[in-house]
Nanobody, 125 residues
């Protein structure tokens, strides 16, 4: 499946952004999906994930309560609603997808076979 992320931008601390990731070329409804982010000089880190049927969601502790992952399988699109943004949320955000990932590997980037190109999020203080 091919993924195309969008929705990044520049926002002040405390603001909100909604990222989107459109999928094409695969059966999106069968994929587990996730968002990761990477700041300059840092490793790619897990942000959030959702099971193929939306039944389970997972969040990094640093974003829990502020970010919400969702998906619309009819539109083959996934979303990341980001509220109460902080400067430390600044990074390139990547969407990812794969067929069934085991629970212990949900937060591991190498578990995901398909990646979007990334969208820049910058939060000013």
């Amino acid at each position: 499946v091919q993924l195309q992320a969008s929705g990044g931008g520049l926002v002040q601390a405390g603001g909100s952004l909604r990222l989107s990731c459109a999928a094409a070329g695969g059966t999106f409804s069968r994929y587990d999906v996730a968002w990761f982010r990477q700041a300059p000089g840092k490793e790619r880190e897990f942000v959030s994930a959702m099971r193929w049927n939306g039944g389970h969601t997972y969040y990094a502790d640093s974003v829990k309560g502020r970010f919400t992952i969702s998906r619309d399988n009819t539109k083959t699109t996934m979303f990341l609603q980001m509220n109460s943004l902080k400067p430390e949320d600044s990074a390139v955000y990547y969407c990812a997808a794969t067929s069934r990932v085991i629970l212990s590997a949900v937060r591991i980037a190498s578990s995901y076979a398909s990646w979007g190109q990334g969208t820049q999020v910058t939060v000013s203080s």
